[in-house]
């Protein structure tokens, strides 16, 4: 099937100026790598432009280019970049929800004509299924950055079941020009960085429910290596955005999380995040306010189940070692077969302390404590289970070891 693009051939499409898209269009910008942004609203898209502060010697802005559907494009084009792409390159990041990010696909890729690598920057579903409504799946790939995109050096490339080796090469390369290393992965809900990051973040909305304080989950958080409270990437993300994301993850693996009801209360009193001003924080000119918002504290309790008093280092367990199980079953799962992606994706998708390896971390810890802390926090917290192959592997190596002998056992089974 042949189509006759709309829009010229050779360019950066970046789709959706929402909270998400706003900073990859940035991460483009701070590159000084020409983009087109496009949206449905056209406040959205003023206003994400009008939010980079371009130096008008260095950029120029175009005027805005109605499409169908209601869409507008704007372009920004960077005056040392004029050259025009190999590929034409499309990086959607709408609302995560599958029958929305086809729909969308279904209908724009004839803008973009026949050469185009389509990109989804979806955090949790599967590419081969966004996929399904594209004329040629060999050029759609998933393309996933992580929030706060500038301070998250990391892609990850999805390669879908259909997808080419050059459309992977592709990406990776406009990756790389925009200063994001990529790391590739299988296609599976979550991928790496969102499989470990989903049951983090439920786990410290959980915490909230049973009583413990704003303050206590960002002091073990930091004490764990991450770079800020779980609470308050979720206000990086978006509420609505983590809701939906942490759906997709529960559909997938339902046995592997129980999901905290707090996020709905969240999004119902209209607190969506870090760009609205208010989320599980209060912000001002954004900057965080110092404790949880009075609001997220009074839905706490409404939400509140068996209340109970922990300590620090038991804070930090209930946080890490959900992410450990769920990096021993994707690496199972065959999401990748190097050990070390997990460190990368930590490190470059979550900020992991830049200086040390995650996996290092269990390992100081030892076997006899990851398996003591499952059996404790597991009748309270789904994450928390281990497989008893897992935890049998545990019992006769170290952490990291156990992982791969895990891994292998499984595939070999």
Not at 179 to 192: C, N, R
Not at 223 to 249: K, N, V
């Amino acid at each position: 099937m042949t189509s006759h693009p709309i829009l010229p051939p050779g360019h950066v499409y970046l789709i959706g100026a929402g909270i998400v898209g706003r900073e990859i269009l940035r991460a483009h910008t701070d590159a000084g790598v020409s983009a087109w942004i496009i949206d449905q609203s056209a406040d959205a898209v003023q206003q994400a432009v009008d939010s980079l502060q371009l130096a008008d010697n260095q950029w120029q802005v175009g005027q805005p280019m109605p499409l169908p559907g209601n869409s507008v494009a704007v372009h920004l084009q960077h005056c040392d970049d004029r050259q025009p792409r190999e590929n034409t390159i499309v990086i959607e990041s709408i609302v995560e929800r599958l029958e929305i990010k086809q729909a969308f696909f279904a209908t724009a890729q004839n803008w973009f004509g026949d050469d185009a690598i389509l990109c989804s920057n979806t955090s949790n579903l599967r590419i081969s299924e966004i996929a399904e409504v594209i004329h040629d799946p060999r050029r759609f790939a998933g393309m996933h950055f992580f929030m706060p995109v500038d301070r998250r050096p990391a892609t990850e490339v999805v390669r879908g079941q259909q997808t080419s080796e050059a459309t992977i090469q592709a990406c990776c390369r406009h990756a790389q020009r925009i200063k994001k290393p990529s790391l590739i992965v299988a296609d599976s809900p979550g991928f790496i960085v969102n499989r470990l990051l989903s049951p983090y973040l439920n786990e410290s909305l959980l915490l909230l429910c049973r009583g413990v304080s704003g303050e206590q989950i960002e002091r073990a958080a930091l004490a764990y290596g991450m770079p800020m409270s779980p609470l308050e990437l979720i206000d990086y993300i978006g509420t609505r955005t983590m809701f939906d994301a942490g759906r997709a993850f529960w559909q997938a693996f339902p046995d592997r999380l129980s999901p905290s009801p707090r996020l709905a209360g969240v999004i119902k009193r209209k607190r969506l995040g870090r760009t609205a001003g208010q989320g599980l924080y209060d912000y001002r000119d954004g900057k965080r306010s110092s404790h949880l918002a009075d609001e997220t504290i009074e839905l706490s309790k409404r939400y509140s189940r068996h209340e109970q008093s922990f300590d620090d280092e038991e804070v930090v367990e209930l946080l890490s070692i959900p992410m450990w199980i769920e990096a021993a079953l994707a690496r199972r799962d065959g999401i990748t077969d190097q050990q070390e992606h997990f460190n990368l994706a930590m490190r470059g998708g979550l900020g992991y302390a830049p200086n040390a390896n995650w996996l290092d971390f269990f390992d100081t810890w030892g076997s006899e404590r990851i398996i003591a802390a499952t059996q404790k926090w597991s009748p309270i917290s789904a994450s928390m289970l281990a497989p008893s192959n897992l935890t049998a592997a545990l019992r006769n190596a170290i952490p990291s070891e156990a992982m791969r002998h895990f891994s292998d056992d499984s595939a070999n089974a």
